[in-house]
């Protein structure tokens, strides 16, 4: 999307970043800047889009829906052109939100909700539970100013947003979207050749293949599966993102090798971040980076123009 990146990987746009670590998007976004990367940071961040780009002086993407209020689309739109963003990257896989049962067991909420159990959770983690109570304030920095019901129900926010989803979303909101930034765009969450060669002739520099780390429609594709098809019908000209599953730098070669222009993750950076801030998420791009030049290696390929899909051999199917 006419970003510069020193090897083909992008930190993609992930929700409720604070909940793993305090240092929240901020830090991810410094490790990806030290290590020549972009960083799209998302709608539903902990982090104020104004204040991260003050903060990372980058190019940064910011991840955006096509709201039902149409004005609140408009208002992101300007906030980010005003802020410098370099580009944004349109969701298009949740015009519902899927059935996640791992987060309804749990009772995520926002802020998180004191039970006996949540309260056993933080006196076990008290690495985790102590930053987190007396660091900044949880909330989802970039929507909160819509809503002053949070001190008073801690599923606002959440409610708030699953409101503003819009099911009927259409190729027209695309074009509309596309007009009103006159800006680098990817649609993300597009999974066949043809929707991927309508989303670019309405407007979009390219695609970003994802089935939402499977927490949408879990029967979706893989998307590495899917890039092969959506590269012939795009030609060379569009980007095409292989988002899901990356989890080795090998990973990162078989989806160039099929033809996509690069890869993002989503996962992998925020368990570096759990585990020990920005140095963590360094540490996590720096594992990528070294296992993705050494298979380039071993696989005898000089440089990732030369990869071809010969490269990558598919188990049976039958």
Request: glycine share 10%.
């Amino acid at each position: 999307f006419g970003q510069p990146a020193a090897w083909p990987l992008m930190l993609s746009a992930t929700g409720l970043t604070r909940m793993f670590h305090g240092s929240a998007e901020p830090a991810v976004a410094r490790a990806a800047a030290a290590e020549g990367l972009p960083y799209c940071l998302s709608t539903m961040g902990t982090t104020r889009l104004e204040d991260l780009a003050a903060a990372v002086p980058a190019p940064l993407l910011f991840q955006i829906y096509v709201f039902r209020d149409r004005g609140l689309t408009r208002e992101f739109v300007s906030r980010c052109r005003e802020a410098g963003y370099a580009g944004l990257c349109l969701t298009v896989d949740t015009p519902v939100a899927g059935n996640r049962l791992r987060d309804r067991r749990s009772g995520l909420s926002l802020p998180p909700r004191l039970t006996a159990r949540s309260l056993l959770d933080f006196a076990l983690h008290p690495g985790w539970s102590i930053p987190a109570l007396t660091g900044a304030k949880f909330d989802l920095a970039n929507v909160s100013h819509r809503t002053d019901a949070l001190a008073t129900n801690p599923m606002s926010l959440f409610d708030f947003i699953g409101r503003q989803f819009d099911p009927g979303l259409t190729w027209r909101d695309v074009e509309w979207l596309a007009s009103e930034w006159n800006g680098p765009l990817a649609i993300k969450g597009l999974m066949t050749p043809e929707d991927a060669a309508r989303a670019v002739r309405s407007g979009a520099s390219g695609v970003i293949l994802s089935n939402h780390g499977g927490r949408q429609l879990d029967g979706a594709p893989a998307p590495i599966d899917q890039v092969a098809a959506v590269r012939d019908a795009l030609g060379d000209g569009p980007d095409v993102i292989c988002d899901g599953g990356i989890r080795r730098g090998s990973d990162i070669v078989k989806a160039l090798a099929l033809g996509a222009t690069a890869c993002s993750i989503g996962r992998p950076y925020l368990y570096g971040l759990a585990a020990a801030g920005e140095a963590g998420v360094a540490r996590t791009l720096r594992i990528l980076r070294d296992e993705f030049e050494r298979t380039l290696a071993l696989a005898g390929v000089p440089n990732i123009q030369s990869l071809e899909r010969r490269h990558v051999r598919h188990r049976s199917r039958g």
